[in-house]
């Protein structure tokens, strides 16, 4: 079993930083692809940055310049430094994970709540 735990999210002013956390435990032999995604109230989930096992990444246009993936790979953990940040980026923020833990399989966080006020 794998599971994913996300932490740092919290109240922050437009314009502040905050710095998202997900780290992933159990059987796990590899991970190849780390996200972040969002889900803001009454919108669908949506993608906001990915990072790959060789570290290259890529980002929602909305986030671009603002945020930052990262990955620390002998913690089995990815980053999501938040900056510049405005009252359209409030959503829970979700980890997601491509996990081989014997079989190869998309694993969820429980989610983290980020709000933006202005």
């Known amino acids: 079993q794998v599971q994913l735990v996300e932490s740092g999210g919290g109240l922050v002013q437009a314009g502040g930083s905050l710095r998202l956390s997900c780290e992933a435990s159990?059987?796990?032999?590899?991970?190849?692809?780390m996200d972040w995604y969002r889900q803001a109230p009454g919108k669908q989930r949506v993608l906001v940055a990915v990072i790959t096992s060789g570290g290259s990444t890529n980002y929602a246009d909305s986030v671009k310049g603002r945020f930052t993936i990262s990955r620390d790979y002998a913690k089995n953990t990815v980053y999501l430094q938040m900056s510049s940040l405005k009252p359209e980026d409030t959503a829970v923020y979700y980890c997601h994970a491509f996990v081989d833990s014997g079989t190869v399989g998309g694993y969820w966080g429980q989610g983290t709540q980020v709000t933006v006020s202005s």
């Open positions: 159990g059987t796990i032999f590899s991970i190849s692809r």
